[in-house]
């Protein structure tokens, strides 16, 4: 859509869509770009040689970001008021591409102001930044991005988030919406027909 010599389409989108302002459609359409993009992307990597041999699932916290085993996105380190806390540091497999379209908030008092998505241990390319401070103020659970943000293979993801009042540790949820697309086999087995 352009705006006067500006082709929107062509510009990344670091923002947030509250939930209740996307339809069922638009929220499969969403899910299902980053799926699309993932593929793509698996693709171009050479990770299989045809799309038939990918199998693209949700992202597992535990298993892939490195989560605690007994409470998917939790977040485990105490929240400091005014300061940045690293919620996940993990290195995508050699065989997958991990993309993720949104997030949501569980915690009935949220303390997250802000989550930036960075590449590589000093977190200095950020892929993705996102003021979740807009979704608590308009009551909203969730919200999905105006982009698919996309991690390769073997690319380390560090999701960093800014805590705006203090919480102590396992005392919020942040969810994270994301898709892993990988070869048939590795985790899922190739769908029965």
Same mark, same amino acid.
């Given at each position: 859509?352009? /705006?006067?010599? #500006?082709?929107?389409?062509?510009?990344?989108?670091? @923002?947030? =869509? $509250? &939930?209740?302002?996307?339809?069922?459609?638009?929220?499969?359409?969403?899910?299902?770009?980053?799926?699309? &993009?993932l593929v793509d992307n698996a693709l171009? %990597?050479?990770?299989?040689?045809?799309?038939?041999?990918? #199998?693209?699932?949700? /992202?597992?916290?535990?298993?892939?970001?490195? =989560?605690?085993?007994?409470?998917? !996105?939790?977040?485990?380190?105490?929240?400091?008021?005014?300061?940045? *806390?690293? @919620? /996940?540091?993990?290195? &995508?497999?050699?065989?997958?591409?991990?993309?993720? @379209?949104?997030?949501?908030?569980?915690?009935a008092n949220p303390c997250i102001s802000? *989550?930036?998505?960075? =590449?590589?241990?000093?977190?200095? %390319? #950020?892929?993705?930044? !996102?003021? *979740?401070?807009?979704?608590?103020?308009?009551?909203?659970?969730? $919200?999905?991005?105006?982009?698919?943000?996309?991690?390769?293979?073997?690319?380390?993801?560090?999701?960093? /988030?800014? &805590?705006?009042?203090? !919480?102590?540790?396992?005392?919020?949820?942040?969810?994270?919406?994301?898709?892993?697309?990988?070869? #048939?086999?590795?985790?899922?087995? $190739?769908?029965?027909?």
């Amino acid at each position: 859509m352009p /705006i006067g010599n #500006i082709d929107l389409n062509m510009v990344t989108k670091s @923002y947030l =869509l $509250a &939930v209740d302002d996307l339809n069922e459609a638009d929220r499969k359409a969403i899910r299902n770009n980053c799926d699309l &993009v993932l593929v793509d992307n698996a693709l171009r %990597q050479a990770i299989v040689d045809t799309e038939k041999d990918l #199998i693209v699932r949700d /992202i597992f916290p535990n298993n892939d970001l490195g =989560l605690a085993a007994t409470d998917d !996105f939790l977040v485990a380190g105490p929240g400091v008021a005014g300061t940045d *806390l690293q @919620y /996940i540091n993990a290195v &995508v497999g050699v065989d997958q591409e991990w993309g993720f @379209y949104g997030v949501g908030v569980e915690s009935a008092n949220p303390c997250i102001s802000r *989550l930036r998505m960075t =590449l590589g241990a000093a977190s200095s %390319q #950020i892929r993705g930044a !996102f003021q *979740l401070e807009q979704l608590y103020t308009r009551l909203q659970p969730a $919200a999905y991005f105006g982009e698919t943000v996309v991690f390769k293979k073997q690319e380390r993801m560090r999701v960093m /988030i800014m &805590v705006r009042t203090a !919480f102590a540790a396992n005392g919020q949820r942040l969810e994270l919406f994301g898709r892993v697309v990988e070869p #048939i086999g590795a985790v899922v087995s $190739a769908p029965s027909t």
